[in-house]
């Protein structure tokens, strides 16, 4: 990938994971996110991976997670309902780091 | 559900967690450590910059076979306005001649798993990909670890399970991480052929830069770093996430940017990005320690129990995570006592100079607390520039004047510099 402006998922594909297809590790309940005004995952994941959907509701994809605990810092009405991380094995492997 | 018990059981193989396995095993403890990454150092993530002085301490001579990438020759202050860069060099033959560099640019992959694989020499067990769950209590005391349908028991357990240690949390010894004692760093590995980076970075063979980026967040609370290795460059940015939540624009987005400022997009130029990466760095230097980094049966270590330094010019945890994972190891080894460990522990921190060297730069968070750093200042300096350099054919102002101007265009005073300079000397 040459040197650009890159999005976060262009940037994620250069990535090695190995997703857990049976476990989510972070789990969002939407209805508590939809009261949440701030909503400062979309901003904070250096993954992007919070979004709003076209209905504004909040979205969540785990498969390209740095696992970095940003969002469970910063998650203030709880609506990340479970922040673990991946099983063993799984998840980002940093080749570089 | 099988059942094993060892002398200790650390849990995490970073630079903590080995350092301590390798002086226990070194002196033929049993010592098992267990690492939810395939690899040690896979789910680790640095700017970043390793100094060298803790490795000799694990170890006289060690540096010198380490997975490390460049010494450092060259440190570097950038501070950007706008298009604008001031740039400050410092270059020192004396950090980098002798047998050991002062420090070397490093990346965690290569690094931890050689590291590793150095504690194993030692004796040390070292299981990857298994993720713990959660610690055996037993009459108040810490006596092993669950993974899955596996109980492992041990006489201590070690945490060495990083800045979010849900472990120490687990344990009870540390609470929700506050939104302002972190930054949120990202990081782009972007590869260029060593000659490339030797020649646009003015570096002889083998030796690297390390560079601190300021007016690059957007006037958020944080910094921009690059590190040269030796056939890549570490490109990133570090965020206060709460004032990046306020500011509502994404780190990613912030960073992007960086990459195609001016005085940044030449020095990258051709290169192909083959990584990027996000981690949490502690920012309460002595003010976040762990109040009280053990209980009975267990010793917090490295990021984990918060061993990390800001001082704007150098930022340091690896170094800091090794000797904290050497003083648990000697605690361990002065005592066989589990009730006495933690103030061993504690001891040995202090006579490894981790508490004491921590103590000393407490002030430099205040200081990276002013907010006129990350806007303001950094927009004055380039004023001022633009005004020494500046040559239009017209009566250039006098000095005096181009400081008065370049105060009120960034609504600054003369008393802001004076009280932030004064902070300054203070807390420095």
Redesign the interface.
């Known amino acids: 990938?040459?040197?650009?402006?890159?999005s976060?998922p262009e940037?994620?594909s250069?990535?090695k994971f190995?997703v857990d297809e049976e476990n989510a590790h972070i789990a969002i309940n939407v209805e508590i996110c939809r009261n949440c005004a701030?909503k400062?995952c979309?901003?904070?994941?250096?993954?992007?991976l919070y979004r709003l959907d076209k209905n504004g509701d909040l979205s969540f994809d785990y498969a390209g997670c740095?696992?970095?605990?940003?969002c469970?810092?910063?998650c203030q009405q709880k609506g990340i309902v479970k922040w673990?991380?991946?099983?063993?094995?799984f998840?980002?492997?940093?080749?570089?780091? | 559900m099988s059942e094993e018990r060892f002398d200790a059981i650390v849990i995490g193989a970073g630079p903590a967690g080995i350092a301590c396995a390798y002086k226990l095993a070194q002196e033929g403890r049993e010592v098992l450590v267990i690492e939810r990454a395939d690899q040690p150092g896979a789910k680790n993530l640095t700017g970043g910059r390793f100094y060298t002085y803790a490795l000799e301490m694990v170890a006289e001579g060690l540096t010198a076979e380490a997975e490390l990438e460049r010494k450092v020759s060259h440190e570097q202050i950038m501070i950007i306005s706008g298009p604008r860069a001031v740039c400050v060099e410092y270059i020192d033959p004396s950090f980098v001649s002798g047998e050991v560099p002062q420090s070397y640019t490093i990346l965690r992959a290569s690094f931890d798993r050689w590291f590793a694989s150095k504690a194993e020499e030692m004796g040390a067990m070292i299981v990857g990909g298994i993720k713990v769950d959660d610690l055996i209590e037993k009459n108040g005391r810490i006596v092993g670890v669950i993974a899955g349908e596996d109980e492992m028991y041990a006489d201590v357990v070690i945490a060495a399970d990083g800045v979010n240690s849900l472990i120490a949390r687990k344990a009870g010894l540390r609470g929700e991480i506050a939104s302002q004692s972190v930054g949120i760093g990202v990081k782009e590995v972007i590869e260029l052929p060593p000659e490339v980076i030797e020649q646009r970075f003015n570096l002889a063979t083998g030796e690297g830069v390390a560079r601190m980026i300021l007016g690059c967040t957007e006037g958020i609370h944080g910094g921009g770093f690059l590190y040269t290795n030796r056939d890549s460059i570490s490109l990133g940015a570090v965020f206060m996430p709460e004032e990046v939540a306020a500011h509502r624009h994404s780190v990613h987005e912030i960073f992007q940017h960086l990459k195609m400022h001016p005085a940044i997009y030449p020095l990258i130029e051709g290169g192909t990005t083959v990584e990027y990466g996000g981690h949490l760095v502690s920012e309460d230097g002595y003010d976040g320690i762990l109040k009280r980094p053990y209980r009975e049966g267990l010793l917090v270590v490295g990021d984990a129990a918060g061993f990390v330094i800001n001082t704007g010019s150098s930022i340091r945890g690896i170094d800091l995570a090794i000797l904290s994972g050497l003083a648990a190891a000697e605690a361990l080894l002065a005592t066989s006592n589990p009730a006495l460990a933690g103030s061993e522990y504690m001891k040995a921190l202090e006579r490894l100079q981790v508490l004491p060297t921590m103590k000393t730069v407490r002030g430099y968070r205040d200081l990276l607390n002013i907010e006129r750093l990350y806007g303001p200042y950094p927009d004055f300096a380039a004023d001022v520039m633009q005004g020494m350099y500046r040559v239009d054919g017209k009566v250039p102002p006098k000095m005096k004047k181009i400081i008065t101007t370049a105060l009120k265009q960034n609504k600054l005073s003369l008393w802001n510099l004076i009280k932030d300079g004064l902070k300054g000397v203070r807390s420095a």
Not at chain 1, 1 to 6: A, F, G, P
Not at chain 1, 84 to 89: D, I, K, N, S
Not at chain 1, 91 to 97: C, D, E, T
């Open positions: 990938m040459t040197i650009d402006i890159v976060a940037l994620l250069n990535n190995n701030d400062p979309l901003y904070v994941c250096p993954a992007v740095l696992e970095c605990g940003t469970r810092v910063m673990q991380y991946p099983r063993g094995g998840g980002i492997s940093y080749r570089f780091g």
